[in-house]
């Protein structure tokens, strides 16, 4: 399962997950405005061949895929 947070409906698509709930969290409450107070996290799975790169600097666990390669996508509140 990789894990994208978000803030603004419009990013949740994006190229960017993690493999770390946790991180998604602070990604989708790192930029809190009164106009987009609830924070969500966008959830699915893909497939190993449709991962473009795994990046693990700055303590992260980066999956990078095209967007429409994530399956079975779930959105929760943060």
């Given at each position: 399962?990789?894990?994208?947070?978000?803030?603004f409906d419009d990013?949740?698509?994006?190229?960017?997950?993690?493999?770390?709930?946790?991180?998604?969290?602070?990604?989708?409450?790192?930029?809190?405005?009164?106009?987009?107070?609830?924070?969500?996290?966008v959830s699915g799975?893909?497939?190993?061949?449709?991962?473009?790169?795994?990046?693990?600097?700055?303590?992260?666990?980066?999956?990078?895929?095209?967007?429409?390669?994530?399956?079975?996508?779930?959105?929760?509140?943060?």
């Open positions: 399962r990789i894990y994208r947070g978000y803030r990013a949740a698509p994006g190229f960017s997950w993690t493999l770390d709930k946790a991180r998604a969290r602070w990604f989708a409450g790192r930029l809190r405005t009164d106009d987009h107070p609830d924070p969500k996290i799975y893909v497939a190993r061949e449709h991962v473009i790169a795994y990046i693990t600097s700055r303590d992260e666990q980066e999956i990078v895929v095209l967007p429409e390669h994530v399956t079975e996508i779930e959105v929760e509140r943060a």
